[in-house]
């Protein structure tokens, strides 16, 4: 019954991702010039290649899962007019193409970041990744500089605010805890709250422990 589940979800993951991308080349093609709708085009074809490529497969390689999230953050990087910058770095101790990790398990954390977290800043914003190898773990850590999350709900109350749907969010949830079961893995993510000296908010941390073996 797990495994079926796990394929549900999965199945559901692909079309969401999907239906949020074409709503973005839509609104970005109307709002630019042809040359950088092409090359949005370009980038927005080779990730939902991706997702077609990698809806079924249980775990694909880190290397391919890093790539995607490339795409992705280019993407959304043109979309927002560059309001955001991004920086991901790899444990040099990693071998990103042995290493398998569950496909479109990375993205909906680096989405919600930029939807409810960096939109909502004034100034520039930035995401920062990093993959490290601890404890018999693959430790994925996705962080960023925006509003938090206390403020973001307040955005989301505001009734002149169409928030921005984080399906993929309660998908990925639950796709984590069906892993879990099925593999009695300890696949795991932690979310902080991040503050600076004055205690005003000034980000958030989300960390995902996934079993290296």
């Known amino acids: 019954v797990a495994a079926a589940e796990l394929k549900a979800l999965r199945t559901q993951m692909s079309p969401h991702f999907v239906f949020n991308a074409i709503n973005s080349v839509q609104h970005f093609i109307t709002s630019n010039d042809p040359d950088s709708s092409q090359r949005y085009l370009s980038k927005f074809a080779k990730l939902i290649r991706y997702v ?6 249980g775990a694909i390689p880190l290397e391919r ?20 910058e991004y920086e991901i770095i790899i444990d040099k101790k990693i071998d990103q193409g042995f290493v398998h990790i569950p496909s479109m398990l990375i993205q909906p954390y680096i989405e919600n970041a930029i939807w409810h977290g960096l939109m909502h800043k004034k100034g520039k914003g930035k995401i920062t990744v990093s993959i490290q190898l601890t404890d018999g773990f693959i430790k994925c850590t996705i962080e960023d500089n925006g509003v938090g999350r206390k403020k973001s709900l307040e955005f989301k109350s505001n009734q002149n605010f169409r928030a921005h749907k ?3 969010m309660t998908i990925t949830q639950e796709r984590l805890e069906i892993i879990n079961a099925l593999n009695n893995s300890r696949l795991s993510v932690s979310i902080t709250d991040l503050e600076d000296k004055e205690g005003t908010s000034c980000g958030t941390r989300v960390e995902l422990f996934i079993p290296s073996n």
């Open 65 to 84: 899962e890093l790539e995607a999230i490339t795409l992705f953050m280019d993407i959304e990087a043109l979309r927002f007019e560059n309001r955001f």
């Open 166 to 168: 984080s399906v993929g």
């Open 52 to 57: 077609v490529d990698n809806s079924k497969p």
